[in-house]
């Protein structure tokens, strides 16, 4: 069984700098896909960054990048000049590369930008 | 692109009557469609999976019987719940995914709705 684990329930950083968002999984699979997503106050969720562990190169979208360490089962987001708009909970999530399998998802971090 | 409505976004409905929700992706032939409770301050919990013209499949300790899940087309599910009660009150998130990872999906990869609040009197 899969398992994502993160450690950081809540975080706060100020408008404009970095944070990193940490987490850690459990898989005996050698392929797989993880996830980061957001979900605002609105509750939508919404797909951030998306890892294939297979790749080397770790993925970014704008200012949205990731710390993909295979070997340790680690996988932080690092959000650069974070905005108001960042604001909300932040989900890591695993799949198996089985297809249409399901997602297995963390706890959950909610981040906090500080104007 | 990939996009996943939900409708109701929310709704209200007194104990013993039964709600329907839902979820069409909007852009894309979904062939599994995922339905999600979450509860406040929670992550989301997987209630079922369902593929097109087959049968759903239920997480262990959800009731089939209650929450039923119809994957008619491969752009439609819908979530009903059944004699609802009180302690159904929650919000439900579905998301659907594309075996072909073809634009604007990739492959295994889920698209989430935004969600329906439902409260039971």
């Known amino acids: 069984a899969q398992t994502v684990t993160q450690s950081q329930p809540e975080m706060s950083v100020q408008e404009a700098e970095t944070v990193t968002l940490s987490c850690t999984y459990d898989?005996?699979?050698?392929?797989?896909?993880l996830f980061w997503y957001k979900q605002p106050p609105s509750r939508q969720m919404i797909l951030v960054i998306r890892?294939?562990?297979?790749?080397?190169q770790n993925a970014t979208e704008n200012r949205f990048s990731v710390n993909f360490q295979k070997a340790a089962k680690s996988f932080s987001l690092k959000i650069s000049d974070s905005q108001l708009g960042d604001t909300a909970m932040y989900f890591c999530?695993?799949?198996?590369?089985?297809?249409?399998?399901?997602?297995?998802f963390g706890t959950g971090t909610r981040l906090t930008i500080i104007p | 692109g990939a996009v996943v409505s939900q409708h109701p976004s929310w709704v209200i409905c007194k104990s013993g009557t039964s709600v329907k929700i839902e979820c069409r992706s909007l852009?894309?032939?979904?062939?599994?469609m995922f339905w999600y409770r979450q509860f406040p301050k929670q992550s989301l919990m997987l209630m079922a999976t369902s593929n097109e013209g087959s049968k759903a499949t239920y997480e262990q300790g959800v009731e089939k019987d209650k929450f039923l899940i119809n994957h008619a087309s491969l752009t439609l599910s819908t979530l009903t719940v059944t004699s609802a009660h009180p302690e159904d009150s929650s919000f439900y998130i579905c998301?659907?995914?594309?075996?072909?990872?073809?634009?604007?999906?990739?492959?295994?990869?889920?698209?989430f709705g935004p969600g329906t609040r439902l409260t039971v009197l």
């Open positions: 999530a695993f799949i198996p590369n089985f297809g249409n399998e399901k997602l297995t």
């Open positions: 998301s659907a995914s594309a075996t072909s990872g073809r634009p604007p999906t990739r492959p295994d990869t889920q698209y």
């Open positions: 898989t005996s699979e050698s392929n797989y896909y």
């Open positions: 890892q294939e562990a297979y790749k080397q």
């Open positions: 852009d894309f032939q979904a062939t599994t």
